[in-house]
C-alpha cells in the first residue's frame, strides 16, 4: 500500500490558499447566488482553531494532551465551511489509524469530526519488549528484503492501541518488481501486525495468477485517431527564450494520435516536459528498477514528434503515460479546481519501461510517480499505459493525499483484503472512468468499464453497473458481513456499484456503444441525479469526510454528508445517494458493531 506523506503546515497552507483561490476573491454562495468576501480567511487562523477544537471537544474527538496534531491539508469550502485534516503522534511517536479531519462552521466554530480510531490511542504497554534491532531482523526475514532503521509507533489500527515498531523494507522478494514494503512488528511480542507493499500495482498478484491458470494472451489493439486538441501551447511570435512551451505530437499505443504540450529547450532541442502542467514529465527507466525519478532518462526530440505508434519505439509508451497523467490532471483541475494530485501545485511524474517483463503499473509514494512495465512478453504483450490504468492508478495518489485508505491485512502473496481497501480501489475506478469521460477521445471511447482495452477474454476487467460481471476477480454486487474479509479489488464491487445507481440509475440502457444492466439488491428501481453531481458528491465525501479506516457505512455517511453540502439535505441528490447505498445493501439498520 501506500506509505503515508506528512507535509508541514506551510505546505498545508499553501495548498488550502492555493486549492481554494480564496485569497483575495469573492466566492460566490451556491445557495444564494451572491458573492461573499473570503479575503480574510486564513488557513493559519483556520489550523488554530480546528486544533484548538479538537482538545476543547476531547470526547468527541479522542484526543489527549499527549497527543501532537500535524496537519495534512487544509480544505474551506465555497459555502463557508472550513476542515481540517491531522495525522496524530502520541508521546511523540506516530500514530497509525490515528488520522481525524475536524469540521468547522464558517464562524470557525466546531462542527463535527471524522476519526479513524474510535478508541484510545494509548498504548496498553509504554516501554516496548524488542529492541530495534530485533524488530529490523524481523521485517528483513518477512519481506525478504533489506530492512531500514526501525521506528517506534503507535499502531491503532484493528480497535485497540499497540507499542509497534514500523519498518521500511527495500529490494523486497515478495514485493511486485523488487520493490520495498512496509512492515510493523509488535513491540512486546514481535508478532508481524501488517506487512504491506509501499506500491500499488494495478493488477492484483491473485489475478495475475488468475490470468496465467486460464493461459490467457494479452495483446491490446492499437491504432490511430486524428490529432486531438486539448491544453497547449505554442511559442509567441517573435524572439523565442527558453525553455519555453512548445506543441508536439505524439503517437501513441492506445490513444491514437494526440497532442501534447512539451519544453522546448533550444531551437530543434525538446524535453517531454509539460511546462503548462506544473512541468509534469516522462522519463525513460531504462528497463531498471528504479524508484528514484531522477535516475530516469528524458526523452528528448529534435523534432517535436514522439513515438511511432508501436513499441518499437521507446517513445510511444511515453506518449500514453504523458498524455494520460495530462488528461488525468486536467480532470481534477477543471472538474475540482485540484492543482495537481496532492494539491500543492506541482505536476505528476511517470517513467516507462520499468524493470525487465514487469507485468504491471504502479503508482509508487518512494518515486511519487507512476511505474509502467512492458508486460512479460507472454501474457502481457505491451506496457500496461492505457488512459483508464493512469487515471485510476493516480487516484491512488490523491486518496494517499487525502483520506489514505488502507487494506486491513495483506497476506503473503501480496493480496490485500479489507473494507476500506476495497473503497480505494473503488474510487480509482469510479475516478479513472471519470478521467475517460473527461478525456472523451474517439480512440478511447469513454464507459464505465475498467481496462477494456487491455484485450482480456471478458472484453474489461471490472464494471462499474454490474461488478458480479468480472469473473476474473470475483467482484461484488452488494454488501454482506463477508464483505469485510473480501479481496480488495472484489470488495470495490459493493461502492462502485452504488456510484454507477447513483450516477445512471438502475435497469438497461445504452450509453455510447456499451449496453448497461445494473440491478438493485432489494428490486427497487434507482433513478440517477446525473455523473457530474454523482462524481462531485463522491470526491466531497473523499477529501472531507473519509480517513483511513472507512468502510463502506462510513462511506454511506460521508456521501451523504458531502450531499448535504452541495444540494442540501431535503434535495433529491441527498434522497438519490441514501437510496443507491440501500440498492447495494448498506444502510443505517445493518451498519456492524463497532470493532467488529
Not at 447566488?33 to 480567511?41: A, E, M, N, Y
Not at 501513441?252 to 529547450?265: C, E, Y
Request: proline share 4%; hydrophobic share 40%; with cysteine.
Amino acid at each position: 500500500m501506500r506509505r503515508a506523506h506528512i507535509r508541514s503546515l506551510a505546505v498545508a497552507v499553501a495548498v488550502a490558499t492555493a486549492a481554494t483561490g480564496l485569497a483575495g476573491t469573492a466566492v460566490a454562495d451556491p445557495a444564494t447566488g451572491t458573492g461573499r468576501d473570503t479575503s480574510t480567511v486564513s488557513a493559519g487562523s483556520v489550523v488554530g482553531a480546528a486544533r484548538a477544537a479538537a482538545f476543547a471537544h476531547a470526547a468527541q474527538t479522542g484526543v489527549t494532551p499527549a497527543d501532537d496534531l500535524r496537519v495534512q491539508d487544509v480544505m474551506i469550502d465555497p459555502e463557508g465551511a472550513r476542515h481540517v485534516r491531522f495525522t496524530r503522534a502520541h508521546r511523540g511517536m506516530p500514530v497509525l489509524g490515528g488520522d481525524l479531519v475536524v469540521h468547522l462552521t464558517e464562524r470557525l466554530a466546531y462542527a463535527g469530526v471524522t476519526r479513524a480510531a474510535g478508541h484510545s490511542v494509548e498504548p496498553t504497554a509504554d516501554r516496548a519488549r524488542l529492541t530495534p534491532r530485533q524488530a529490523e531482523r524481523k521485517a528483513a526475514a518477512v519481506a525478504q528484503g533489506t530492512a531500514g532503521t526501525a521506528e517506534l509507533v503507535v499502531d491503532a489500527r484493528g480497535g485497540s492501541a499497540v507499542l509497534a515498531y514500523r519498518v521500511r523494507v527495500s529490494d523486497s522478494g515478495t514485493a511486485g518488481a523488487g520493490g520495498a514494503r512496509t512492515v510493523v512488528v509488535d513491540a512486546l511480542t514481535g508478532t508481524v501486525r501488517s506487512n504491506t507493499p509501499d506500491s500499488d500495482g494495478f493488477l492484483s498478484p491473485g489475478l495475475l495468477d488468475t490470468l496465467r491458470e486460464r493461459g490467457e494472451q494479452l495483446d491490446p489493439a492499437t491504432g490511430t485517431a486524428p490529432q486531438a486538441g486539448g491544453l497547449t501551447a505554442t511559442p509567441a511570435a517573435g524572439a523565442v527564450r527558453y525553455p519555453s512551451p512548445a506543441t508536439g505530437t505524439g503517437n501513441s499505443l492506445f490513444a491514437g494520435k494526440v497532442s501534447l504540450t512539451t519544453t522546448r529547450t533550444a531551437r530543434t532541442s525538446y524535453v517531454l516536459k509539460d511546462p503548462g502542467r506544473w512541468n509534469t514529465e516522462t522519463r525513460d527507466a531504462k528497463n531498471q528498477e528504479l524508484e528514484n525519478f531522477a535516475r530516469g532518462k528524458k526523452f528528448t526530440s529534435t523534432t517535436n514528434k514522439w513515438g511511432n505508434g508501436a513499441v518499437s519505439n521507446r517513445a510511444s509508451a511515453a506518449v500514453d503515460a504523458q498524455y494520460g497523467i495530462t488528461k488525468t490532471l486536467d480532470f481534477y483541475k477543471k472538474t475540482f479546481g485540484r492543482k495537481g494530485i496532492e494539491n500543492n501545485g506541482k505536476g505528476a511524474r511517470a517513467m516507462v519501461h520499468f524493470g525487465k517483463k514487469v507485468a504491471n503499473a504502479f503508482w509508487d509514494p518512494a518515486c511519487d510517480c507512476m511505474l509502467y512495465g512492458d508486460g512479460d512478453g507472454a501474457m502481457f504483450k505491451k506496457p500496461l499505459v492505457v488512459l483508464d490504468v493512469t487515471g485510476h492508478e493516480l487516484t491512488h495518489g490523491v486518496v494517499d493525499a487525502t483520506a489514505r485508505l488502507e487494506p486491513t491485512y495483506v497476506d503473503a502473496d501480496g493480496n490485500q483484503y479489507g473494507e476500506a481497501g476495497s473503497l480505494n480501489e473503488s474510487l480509482a475506478d469510479i475516478f479513472g472512468s471519470a478521467v475517460e469521460f473527461s478525456a472523451n477521445n474517439p480512440k478511447n471511447p469513454p464507459n464505465y468499464l475498467v481496462g477494456e482495452k487491455l484485450g482480456l477474454a471478458q472484453k474489461f476487467l471490472r464494471r462499474l453497473d454490474r461488478p458480479s460481471l468480472d469473473r476474473l476477480e470475483g467482484a461484488i454486487d452488494y454488501w454482506s458481513p463477508a464483505v469485510y474479509n473480501a479481496e480488495v479489488h472484489a470488495g470495490s464491487g459493493v461502492s462502485s456499484h452504488a456510484y454507477y445507481l447513483l450516477a445512471e440509475g438502475s435497469g438497461r440502457k445504452k450509453i455510447g456503444s456499451v449496453t448497461y444492466d445494473s440491478p438493485t439488491y432489494d428490486g427497487r428501481a434507482v433513478k440517477g441525479i446525473g455523473r457530474a453531481k454523482a462524481t462531485a458528491v463522491y470526491y466531497r465525501a473523499l477529501t472531507r469526510y473519509m480517513v483511513s479506516t472507512t468502510d463502506f457505512h462510513d462511506a454511506r455517511v460521508a456521501t451523504l454528508k458531502a450531499a448535504k453540502d452541495l444540494y442540501g439535505a431535503d434535495s433529491t441528490e441527498y434522497k438519490a445517494v441514501n437510496r443507491s447505498w440501500a440498492a447495494v445493501n448498506v444502510t443505517a439498520a445493518n451498519t456492524p458493531a463497532a470493532g467488529r
